[in-house]
């Protein structure tokens, strides 16, 4: 996948979950926080630490290697979609029920496949492919 094709998913990820959000008339879970509701009470703190890594998160995607590009463009796509709620709304509309009185959405549904794909893709990648500690710009 090359940059353009990684930034055409996230963005469908964004449009996609956008979508789903705006036709929820009565919203289950508004998550002013992070993940499990984590600093609910600093929403502009988390809306600002949010905007910055999404920022973040494009320029990691930019640069990135090929075989990174699907899962990183999975976790932008979600990071759009729910820092953009944070800007107009305040707060993530949470509207998929997890169990357990835990509600998440399809951008925390992107983000967190993305990271487990990011994962299992280094974990079995070659040993020549990885970065070395101790390479050249390492020293």
């Known amino acids: 996948m090359?940059?353009?094709?990684?930034f055409i998913l996230a963005g469908?990820?964004?449009v996609t979950d956008c979508a789903i959000k705006s036709c929820i008339t009565d919203?289950?879970?508004?998550?002013?926080?992070?993940a499990g509701n984590k600093m609910d009470g600093f929403p502009k703190a988390?809306?600002?630490v949010s905007t910055v890594l999404t920022f973040v998160m494009c320029?990691?995607?930019a640069l990135s290697p090929k075989r990174f590009k699907l899962?990183?463009?999975l976790i932008l796509g979600g990071a759009v979609s729910n820092t953009l709620d944070r800007v107009v709304r305040g707060y993530v509309v949470d509207y998929i029920p997890m169990g357990r009185g835990v509600y998440g959405n399809l951008s925390d549904l992107s983000i967190f496949t993305g990271t487990a794909v990011g994962m299992v893709k280094y974990i079995l990648e070659d040993e020549e492919e990885k970065p070395s500690a101790t390479g050249p710009d390492m020293v």
């Open 71 to 73: 899962p990183l463009a």
């Open 27 to 34: 919203v289950p879970v508004k998550n002013y926080g992070f």
């Open 46 to 48: 988390v809306c600002g």
């Open 2 to 6: 090359n940059n353009t094709g990684a």
């Open 12 to 14: 469908a990820v964004a």
């Open 59 to 61: 320029g990691a995607l």
